[in-house]
Nanobody, 124 residues
């Protein structure tokens, strides 16, 4: 069982930055692909970014490319999402997810582990 706890959400003005963190309980953290997703009430959850087990491969949604950066520290069992140049449309609950493999497609996170989410609100 893997427990994920997100932190770092909050309220920020448009153009500002936030860094989300996701701490994992798993001793096998370094063998898991990790991802960030977000959801707005009434809409489907959408993929934001993910990173392979060793950080060698990353993927981003087109809407965040060039503004967000995903990274991980396997020694700390933590994955990060640095969010810069935030826009009001980035407002959502952000979820951390772990896939049951070292590199994953977006769909493969559905069968993995999920955190409780952290709210990010960007004011205009």
């Amino acid at each position: 069982q893997v427990q994920l706890v997100e932190s770092g959400g909050g309220l920020v003005q448009a153009g500002g930055s936030l860094r989300l963190s996701c701490a994992a309980s798993a001793r096998t953290f370094s063998t898991l692909a990790m991802g960030w997703f977000r959801q707005v009430p009434g809409k489907e959850r959408e993929f934001v970014a993910d990173i392979s087990w060793n950080g060698g491969s990353t993927k981003y949604a087109d809407s965040v490319k060039g503004r967000f950066t995903i990274s991980r520290d396997n020694a700390k069992n933590t994955v990060y999402l640095q969010m810069n140049s935030l826009k009001p449309e980035d407002t959502a609950v952000y979820y951390c997810a772990a896939a049951r493999k070292i590199i994953a497609t977006k769909d493969e996170y559905e069968n993995g582990y999920w955190g409780q989410g952290t709210q990010v609100t960007v004011s205009s």
